[in-house]
């Protein structure tokens, strides 16, 4: 997955209605450009890029210009051995590594590695997100919320109370930084659960992760049921 940049490009001048293209087109352009993409399309391109996902309920016009672009975006991807991974449904779309048993692929994107208690809060916030869904509910969690049940995985013998306060405030920062958690406009500790969830880890390496970390649960914690995964 790549690293994630916190540019929003979901501006109106970009929209895919209402705008005269010829006229965008060539005020965009820059001199010596040889690019063959329409200049609306190359905004998303860049977007993807950026990752961590394209979601349309943060980029509406982007993701109406996407769909506009879909095909040409694909294929403009392949040429640097990245697969486009799209979600109708929920409406996300995002890039990542392509994998080739009959080639020799040039790596482009790294993958991000967790922690121990970035995997315990991805579980958790996985679980959050497919009961709303199943409820027809957004998915919305506070900061208090997820601070307290990253505190039941502190170690027994932990002696340094405020050096485990700072890691769980990175790994809610680093769930952000991926897109993961959206902030409510309005609302300082409160963010809604991204579909990008489900995309961005699969249900194979969530079950996985769930095995994995199943040992380590406090008595007082459910674990997660591998069938609301």
Do not use: C
């Not at 309920?57 to 640097?80: P, T, V």
């Not at 040039?106 to 916030?125: A, H, N």
């Amino acid at each position: 997955m790549n690293s994630p940049v916190d540019t929003d490009l979901d501006d109106p001048d970009y929209s895919a209605e209402g705008q005269d293209d010829t006229a965008l087109e060539n005020e965009a352009r820059f001199a010596g450009d040889t690019g063959t993409l329409p200049v609306l399309a190359r905004r998303v391109l860049v977007r993807l890029l950026q990752g961590p996902s394209l979601d349309a309920r943060r980029h509406e016009k982007l993701w109406a210009i996407f769909k506009r672009y879909e095909k040409d975006l694909k294929s403009r991807l392949h040429d640097i051995f990245l697969e486009l991974v799209v979600d109708n449904e929920t409406k996300v779309a995002f890039t990542r590594q392509v994998v080739s048993d009959e080639v020799e692929v040039p790596i482009l994107l790294r993958k991000q590695s967790l922690s121990f208690l970035e995997s315990v809060l991805l579980l958790f916030l996985r679980q959050k997100f497919t009961h709303s869904d199943a409820q027809a509910e957004r998915a919305v969690v506070d900061q208090l919320e997820m601070t307290e049940y990253l505190k039941a995985y502190e170690r027994s013998d932990n002696v340094d109370m405020s050096r485990f306060g700072r890691q769980m405030e990175g790994v809610i920062e680093k769930a952000k930084k991926l897109g993961v958690l959206l902030k409510l406009p309005g609302a300082e500790d409160r963010f809604e659960i991204s579909a990008s969830l489900r995309l961005l880890f699969p249900v194979e390496e969530i079950h996985a992760l769930t095995e994995a970390y199943r040992r380590h649960l406090p008595a007082d914690i459910v674990p997660v049921p591998e069938e609301t995964l």
